[in-house]
C-alpha cells in the first residue's frame, strides 16, 4: 500500500549523539517536508524539498540538516543532539500540482 | 474511512470583511484538529489546534471552533485583509493508538482584495 513511513517511531538519545531521523513515501510524491512540533503546539517548517538534490530551510531555525538523494527518501540527521532537539518530527509529501499531503506518523525524539 | 470536506472551495471579499470557513468530517473519532494556511509554494503553516477535548482555539484575529458530535468545524477570520489570501485547510488526526496520519480536505482558497 502506498504510504509514508517514518522510523524510528520514538528515540531517546545522550546529549552530543548524531542521529538520522528516517522518511520514506511510496506515492512517487515529487515535495517532501519536514516539521517539528512540540506537544499541543502547532507545526514549524524546518526544511522542504521539491525533488531530487533540492532542498531549503523552513520557517523555523533548525540545527538539523537533509538530504534528497532518491525521491522516495528524505531523511534528516542531527549531528550533535541537545536536550533543546526534543520535539515530535513529522515528514509528510505531497505532489506538485495538488493540494493533498500526507504526513507520517512522526518520530518522537527525547534527548536527555 | 474519514473523510473531510471544506467548504466553499473558493471565497472572495473585500479587505475588512468577517468571514467563516466550514469543515466537516465523517468520523467523529478524532484525536485533534488543525487549521493550516498554505501560500503558493509553500509548505503549510499551521494556524489552530484543537484538541478533541476543547470547543475553540483563538489566534489574533482567528477563531476556530469543534463540534466533534457533530462532525463540525469553522475557522472565523476577523477584519480580514489582503495579506490572509492563502488557501485553508483543515485537517483531523485520528484517535491516537498505533499512530495515524492526518486527513486533509481540500482546502479553500481565500482572495481578500484591497
Known amino acids: 500500500e502506498a504510504d509514508i513511513y517514518q522510523t524510528p517511531r520514538y528515540l531517546v538519545i545522550g546529549t552530543g549523539k548524531k542521529i538520522t531521523l528516517e522518511c520514506s513515501q511510496t506515492m512517487g510524491h515529487d515535495k517532501m517536508y519536514w516539521y517539528q512540533q512540540d506537544p499541543g503546539m502547532e507545526l514549524h517548517l524546518i526544511h522542504y524539498?521539491?525533488?531530487?538534490?533540492?532542498?531549503e530551510k523552513g520557517d523555523l531555525s533548525s540545527e538539523s540538516t537533509v538530504s534528497r538523494i532518491r525521491t522516495e527518501h528524505f531523511p534528516l540527521t542531527l549531528e550533535s543532539a541537545r536536550p533543546s532537539h526534543t520535539s515530535q518530527y513529522l515528514c509528510a509529501s505531497g505532489r506538485t500540482g495538488g493540494f493533498g499531503y500526507t504526513f507520517g506518523s512522526g518520530t518522537r525524539l527525547t534527548v536527555v | 474511512k474519514q473523510e473531510v470536506t471544506q467548504i466553499p472551495a473558493a471565497l472572495s471579499v473585500p479587505e475588512g470583511e468577517n468571514l467563516v470557513l466550514n469543515c466537516s468530517f465523517t468520523?467523529?473519532?478524532?484525536?485533534?484538529l488543525q487549521w493550516f494556511r498554505q501560500d503558493p509554494g509553500k509548505g503549510l503553516t499551521s494556524l489552530l489546534l484543537i484538541q478533541s477535548s476543547q470547543r475553540e482555539q483563538t489566534s489574533g484575529r482567528l477563531n476556530a471552533s469543534l463540534d466533534k458530535s457533530s462532525g463540525r468545524s469553522t475557522l472565523y477570520i476577523a477584519a480580514s485583509q489582503p495579506g490572509d489570501s492563502a488557501t485553508y485547510l483543515c485537517?483531523?488526526?485520528?484517535?491516537?493508538?498505533?499512530?495515524?496520519?492526518?486527513?486533509f480536505g481540500e482546502g479553500t482558497q481565500l482572495t481578500v482584495n484591497p
Open positions: 468520523d467523529s473519532a478524532i484525536y485533534n
Open positions: 524539498s521539491y525533488g531530487v538534490n533540492s532542498t
Open positions: 485537517a483531523v488526526r485520528r484517535v491516537e493508538t498505533s499512530g495515524s496520519r492526518l486527513t
